[in-house]
């Protein structure tokens, strides 16, 4: 897991060939004033997905972790909480092998508050629990960079 400002990202590369290339895109595409829907990067490789959605309580939120993908989480407008537990220290309950999404239960060791200006990056080994209110539920938009690292 990193957590950092976006303007501090580009501190980031060299890590692998794709998180280069999303750090490229952040670095030269604003988010602020972007539409929901689906942005391709470089293929399948690295795209983003731009969310409007309400955050919602704990109880009823999805646990999730990815194999072949990391996550970069960025909050464009409100603000989330987003739960992230070690992958060793959850049970796996499902996995999608075609969406790369597993679905895991177990107890999050750290709460992220997200802002915008901030970006949190998951790992395929970061079990990550999104859209958690901070507070009462209130509207978000968010989008997502996928990073395809193997």
Known sequence: MIYTEIKNIGNYRGIGEHLDKAIDYLCTHPLEGIAAGHYEIDGDMVYMNVFDYETIPEQGAFFEAHKKYADIHMTVEGEEIVGVSDLSRVSVKTFDEEKDLMEVEGAIEHYIKLLPGKALITLPEDAHMVK????????VKKAVIKVYIG
């Open 132 to 139: 958690l209110a901070a507070g009462s539920p209130s509207t």
